[in-house]
């Protein structure tokens, strides 16, 4: 990301002015701030949900400005795995059915379970296996679970035929304290047997530590600018 | 999206070959595996949809159906019969008494034009009728014996006794009745019953025929016609019960005894109209013009067919007053599975979202529910062809003895698949306006509903 400017309405405050942020591939970025301070608006530039108003956002060397909105769909789901807070699966499908739904949309994923896994449906149970799934869930419809064992559910779905990025939006904000610790072990474990970036957010700063990189999100009031008579309130971030 | 060669090539064992096969398939079918199990997962709601749409279904066709039969049965009232002949009046006015028994004839037509008609060469038969007596508000029908004989209905049905035999045709068995079936039922009446004819048809009953009772000698089979709601006796007997009778009343002072009337020369001086077959139908038109040119009495000949068709604009409007209620059916099916998948939007707009995150985009959620659309409406087409071949297989005997029509099981006519059609295509429209609404609103939510 360079430069990247982003408002939410035009002529209005911008969330980010001048923004720049590299990720490479495995580093595991903790991003935190407070509500409403952009976090999740960062993650969805990143994805190529939303566009920049100005600036470039390349992912694996693509402007993501380029590509129609069916392109971005698609080359998010080739590269890109999710996890949201909550809601994460279809409640009516089983787990392994949910977990196997970016392999239905994406060939890419899908080819790259086969390989990691001789078919997409081992590499699927693979995954569940290693993010501490019994097999005895895997035919479950998805709203039998736990919300434990729905985001263990949806962080095998997310690495799934090895994105090379992995968003995650607040996903331990649901569970306790314990489990948030081991669902985010179980997580930094496998992103980083597949090599995948991983871009975490979280309000929750306990949890910082165990990232290799942070960002913090931030409105600091360093006074208004005026350019072309409009006031920018300008968001600044720090990077430890 | 087409398959790799990769996927043959990797599937080792047949069992990963099929487990591959239910992962791997074109984005179409994806999209259709995913509308199936997410309908099936709201059955509760979508059965009744669904049913609404088979309702409408069965009625459109339904009433389609029996409209056609329906008017079949109607034109096929008389069949058989290539001319009626009557006083001169307005064709359908002689098809509604000759045929159908309802209202009056302005004039009767003398015995000696019978006579005459029975004497040209291109007439095979000829039957006359003689109307003007009821039987507790059912039409009396002077004939002869050979009504039963040249009488057809339907597709050639001819006249059958559900118990006796027909009135006979002298002396002896003069005051014979024989009722149509609904007659029968209604008067239950049986062989052997004794009946007293009133004068005048309808609401006009002056007086009783009371001293010359009726026997009945047979009851016909139910036949869908006006028929069956006729009682039949012989040419002779209205002669009879008519001897004492002067100007419609029974003459002050004079009477003759039933058995007494025998004695006297019953052949009839008027009767109301004549059935005529002729020995081939090619010469039907220039019967008709020699009838209608027939220099010592008005007579007009009608062909039953074409009358028949007249009168059924007619009657045939309330009929297509059915139709569009059932279209109007139809629509409201429509415009409820319409209602109920929008209204069902909002809750599955995570599930909506879901998928997005997962790499569908806008349009295959569009698609996704116009697929679901138009399952529904196949699957409410489909379930109403069922109810309507089970309902009409049910319904077949009832309709056939209560009214004679004789339905066709699950003949289709081209207006019928036609309406079907368009029921498809109008549900295909239908299930648009939620698939815009879902693309509008994944496109807004994104990956995560803001709810």
Redesign the interface.
Request: hydrophobic share 40%; net charge positive.
């Given at each position: 990301m360079r430069d990247v400017r982003f408002a939410w309405e035009k002529g209005r405050a911008p969330c980010f002015s001048g923004f720049s942020l590299t990720v490479k591939a495995g580093e595991h970025w903790f991003i935190h701030g407070a509500s409403g301070s952009g976090k999740s608006t960062l993650l969805n530039l990143a994805a190529g949900v939303l566009l920049p108003d100005a600036g470039v956002i390349r992912l694996l060397d693509q402007d993501l400005s380029v590509l129609s909105a069916s392109g971005r769909d698609r080359f998010r789901v080739d590269h890109a795995g999710f996890i949201f807070q909550q809601f994460n699966l279809i409640p009516w499908m089983s787990v392994l059915d949910n977990t196997l739904l970016p392999c239905r949309f994406s060939r890419r994923r899908r080819q790259q379970a086969e390989a990691a896994g001789g078919d997409a449906r081992s590499e699927a149970k693979r995954l569940l296996c290693a993010l501490d799934m019994e097999e005895a869930l895997w035919r479950q419809p998805a709203m039998k679970l736990s919300i434990g064992q729905q985001q263990r559910a949806a962080a095998a779905r997310a690495l799934l035929g090895r994105p090379e990025l992995i968003i995650a939006d607040e996903p331990t904000s649901s569970l306790d304290a314990d489990r948030q610790a081991i669902f985010l072990e179980l997580l930094r474990h496998e992103c980083a047997a597949s090599g995948a970036a991983l871009l975490f957010v979280s309000h929750d700063e306990r949890l910082a530590g165990r990232f290799t990189h942070r960002l913090r999100i931030g409105r600091q009031e360093t006074g208004s600018r005026k350019q072309n008579g409009v006031d920018y309130a300008q968001y600044t971030t720090t990077v430890d | 999206?087409p398959n790799?060669p990769?996927q043959s090539i990797?599937?080792?064992s047949q069992s990963?070959a099929s487990?591959?096969r239910?992962?791997?398939?074109p984005?179409s079918s994806?999209l259709c595996l995913h509308a199936i199990?997410?309908a099936?997962?709201r059955r509760g709601t979508l059965v009744f949809t669904v049913l609404a749409i088979a309702l409408a279904v069965t009625l459109i066709l339904g009433i389609e159906r029996l409209r056609a039969d329906a008017r079949a049965s109607f034109l096929h009232s008389v069949t058989g019969v290539d001319l009626v002949v009557g006083a001169r009046t307005g064709p359908v006015q002689l098809m509604l008494y000759s045929v159908f028994r309802m209202g009056g004839a302005t004039h009767d037509i003398g015995y000696e034009s019978v006579q005459w008609v029975m004497r040209d060469p291109a007439v095979a038969w000829a039957v006359p009728l003689a109307l003007g007596d009821s039987l507790r508000g059912f039409p009396v029908i002077g004939t002869t014996p050979d009504y039963f004989r040249y009488f057809r209905f339907g597709t050639g049905g001819e006249l059958t006794f559900a118990e006796g035999r027909a009135f006979g045709g002298d002396v002896e068995t003069l005051y014979e009745a024989v009722p149509g079936a609904e007659v029968a039922a209604r008067l239950g009446l049986k062989i052997g019953d004794a009946i007293v004819l009133a004068h005048g048809s309808g609401e006009n009953v002056t007086s009783e025929h009371a001293d010359k009772p009726f026997r009945i000698a047979g009851v016909l089979a139910a036949t869908g016609t006006p028929v069956d709601r006729s009682v039949h006796v012989s040419l002779a007997a209205i002669e009879a019960i008519h001897l004492d009778w002067q100007g419609g009343a029974p003459t002050p002072g004079f009477s003759i005894p039933a058995d007494m009337a025998r004695k006297f020369d019953l052949t009839p001086r008027t009767v109301t109209a004549i059935l005529v077959g002729l020995k081939s139908r090619t010469a039907v038109f220039q019967a008709q013009r020699r009838i209608n040119a027939y220099r010592d009495e008005p007579l007009m000949a009608v062909l039953p067919g074409v009358a028949l068709d007249e009168l059924w604009q007619i009657v045939g409007l309330a009929a297509r007053a059915l139709s569009v209620v059932s279209f109007l059916a139809a629509a409201t099916g429509l415009a409820g599975l319409t209602a109920v998948i929008l209204a069902s939007l909002n809750e599955r707009r995570?599930?909506l979202?879901?998928?997005?995150?997962?790499?569908?985009?806008?349009?295959?959620i569009f698609l996704l529910l116009a697929i679901e659309g138009i399952l529904l409406t196949t699957l409410g087409l489909a379930v109403g062809l069922a109810l309507l071949a089970c309902l009409s297989a049910l319904a077949a005997p009832w309709l056939m003895r209560a009214y004679g029509i004789a339905i066709q099981p699950l003949a289709l006519s081209a207006s019928g698949l036609w309406s079907l059609f368009s029921i498809w295509m109008t549900g295909l429209a239908a299930s648009l306006i939620p698939g815009w609404r879902a693309y509008r609103l994944s496109l807004a939510d994104?990956?995560?509903p803001r709810l």
């Open positions: - | 999206m790799t990769q990797d599937s080792g990963a487990s591959a239910a992962v791997f398939c984005l994806v199990g997410s099936w997962n995570r599930e979202a879901i998928l997005r995150a997962n790499g569908a985009r806008p349009r295959d994104g990956l995560q």
